[in-house]
């Protein structure tokens, strides 16, 4: 079977060319977008993904801060920050990098940033409106995912998908997306029995499990479109997916690769977030 490479680098890149222009055109009228990133700890991975963000907020021309605390950080003291960085006009999105330390109750933090700036779509608020299919900050790798499979033309209304992995930043709302855009969704996880069974049902299979190579071509069916939202390293210290690509890419009809599939799409509507508050702020002053 032939398969075609869905490329988030390439369908980030075009989708950043917009957001080009719309920054430009807060800028003539006075608005820089602003993206706030606070890091707990010294979590390596965490790092890269900050400094990552922080990158690309620049190559924008976006202003970006970052706050960086130690990790026996007091969870108020955390708090404190979000709310002042709710205050801060500069700031349009504020990102609380995850994982947080133990004793930091991440639900506490995630709900003191201001839904108007919660870019990363985690608010208790955000995600009830995501539920209810209302206008607001959608979190941004299923977000990608969605926009990975609309810019490669891939047809969801009837198709039956198949999430692997139920966790509230990826598996959740990866499978309320796709039931918004008509899919049957089927959700499986760590406890779900003969997983094979049902991952050879799926017409779209999206792997967010955080296991190296875990599904391999007998987990797909022949045509299957596959997603793979997994960063791993493998047994020779190399970036890899959750999906044995090597394998899997002979029975699907397409299959992103990683690196350059999901990741460079998570940064990318992040930062459309970020723009999207600033014009919303720019609406609200113009109505005001
Ligand atoms: N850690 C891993 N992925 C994410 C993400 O999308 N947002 C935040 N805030 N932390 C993460």
């Known amino acids: 079977m032939s398969y075609e ?15 080009f222009e719309r920054i430009q055109h807060l800028k003539k009228q006075g608005i820089t977008p602003g993206l706030a990133v606070i890091l ?26 970052s706050l960086t605390f130690e990790t026996d950080l007091d969870e ?28 930091i109750t991440e639900s506490k933090v995630l709900a003191a940033i201001s839904p108007e700036k919660d870019v990363d779509g985690f608010h208790p608020i955000s995600i009830g409106k995501m539920m209810l299919g209302q206008d607001t900050f959608l ?25 692997v992995g139920r966790s509230h930043i990826v598996g959740k709302p990866m499978g309320q997306l796709l039931l918004q855009k008509d899919a049957t969704v089927t959700y499986a ?13 799926a017409d779209i299979l999206v792997v967010a499990v955080g296991r190296a190579k ?16 997994g960063m791993n390293r493998d047994e020779n210290n190399r970036l890899c997916g959750d999906v044995d690509f090597d394998s899997v890419k002979e029975v699907a009809s397409y299959i992103t690769p990683v ?22 702020e720019l609406r609200q002053d113009k109505s005001s």
């Open 5 to 19: 490479i869905i490329s988030g680098k390439e369908i980030g890149k075009a989708i950043r060319i917009d957001l």
């Open 40 to 65: 707990v700890g010294n979590n390596p991975a965490s790092k890269t993904y900050v400094s990552n963000k922080q990158k690309t907020c620049e190559d924008l021309g976006m202003h970006s801060r």
């Open 76 to 103: 108020s003291d955390l708090v404190k920050a979000i709310h002042s960085l709710n205050q801060d006009p500069e700031i349009h999105g504020i990102l609380v990098q995850l994982p947080l330390p133990e004793h």
């Open 139 to 163: 979190p941004c790798t299923p977000h990608g995912v969605m926009k990975l499979l609309e810019h490669s033309g891939i047809q969801l209304l009837g198709k039956h998908a198949v999430v």
């Open 189 to 201: 996880h760590s406890k779900t029995v003969n997983l094979k069974d049902i991952t050879l049902q």
């Open 214 to 229: 875990m599904i391999t071509s007998d987990y797909v069916k022949a045509g299957a479109v596959v997603i793979d939202v």
């Open 259 to 280: 690196p350059g599939g999901v990741g460079p799409m998570t940064i990318t509507m992040l930062m459309e977030n970020t723009v999207q508050s600033a014009e919303n």
